[in-house]
């Protein structure tokens, strides 16, 4: 019989032991956010001057970054995100990092057939009795990452939070090739912003699509996540978490009595998710709570379940518009800001749930560096901008100036549509723009 003590003790390593399983021309990968393992990252880093052509995967990941920082010239270490943090955003302005396009539900089938690793590095929870960490935070993607990789090393960090899991939540000692541990400072924290009035008219005119019993998706960014603080503060009831990323706006939420999950459809009382971030209110709540979920993204994203799930109300940021309703949420001209993530994927499930609704919201203007103000809906993108959502599949917009519904409507209906919701400043100009790309009806009001 397995003893997972022994087991443990055979396995376990120093970081600077463990890193010397990487080789010239390996890819690494550091799975996502708080699971990123930071001990291993420096101990890799130190290793600079004997490595060539080592490439590095994470996602979301706040950093620092040792792998990064101490190589910016990318002699050594190659270092790709999935999706941007604004800390990795940072890294992409100076050269010191590489997006990877993906839609969020197809992350694990990358790694299934066509992304190798060689090594895999991740923070877990510390062992428990039975042999299994917790892949804490980041169940939604990292057990299909170390079950498609060559050689897996723990890094056990102490204050991750345990969240419970339909599957894929844990990974046993016996799956394991090394592990390490030390000491860890606490977890990165990602608070809510504070709503700005733009912010609260936004979500004024989203509001009445919710109802009771709504299950929420808050997408990745700061306008999602205001909305989802606002809701805690109205009058809805019985609402359930069915989302891809968990902020503190979840908590909130519950903690206002206002997150029941009674109508949830995968688990009956329970809110899923499939990657956790935000600050301790929020791991503290997920920690060995039942009443809360990690699922893998190929399931919670997949629109076939989420055309299930009664209610689905999926609310995501986006940068730029243009006049036909091709939306930009990655990319101000050709500078990476995120990444789909899975925009595109609730866009798509949330419209077929009975009852849901699938949301893009932003500001109707930006402010440049130098004080400029531009308009947010453009007649056309033309810089270099990374469309995320096909005019195809956005339908339901919003801005403080008002919410529409493009579905089914026509190029000369969704040119008046969006310039009544832009600021009232740039709309004669869009719709002069709109006359000469032949989509304004003579007819259309002004």
Known sequence: MLNVYDEYKKKLKTPDEAVKAVKDGDWVDYTVTNSFPPLLDAALARRKDELKDVKIRGNNILGPIMVAECDPDRDTFTYNSWHMSAYERKLCDKGMCSYTPMIFRNIIEYYRYFCHVDVAMISVTPMDRHGYFNLSCSIGVAKGILDNSDMVILEVNENLPWVSGSHDDCIHISEVDMVVDGKHGPIAQVPLGEPTEIDKKIAAYIMPYITDGANLQL??????????????DSDLKDLGMYTELASDAYYEIFRAGKLTNKNSYINKGKGVSGVFIGTDNLYNWIDENPGILGYPLEIINSPA???????????????????YGQVSSESVGTRHISGTGGQLDFLTGAALSEGGRAFLCMPSTRKDKEGNVHSNIRPYFSQGEIITSPRSQSHLFATEYGAINMAGKSTWERAEMLISIAHPDFREDLIKAAEEQKIWRRSNKR
């Open 305 to 323: 379940v989420q055309r299930n799930v009664k209610k689905l109300i999926s609310i995501n940021s986006g940068i730029s518009a243009d006049l």
């Open 219 to 232: 997408g990745i960014g700061g306008l999602p996540n205001v909305i989802g603080s606002l809701i805690a």
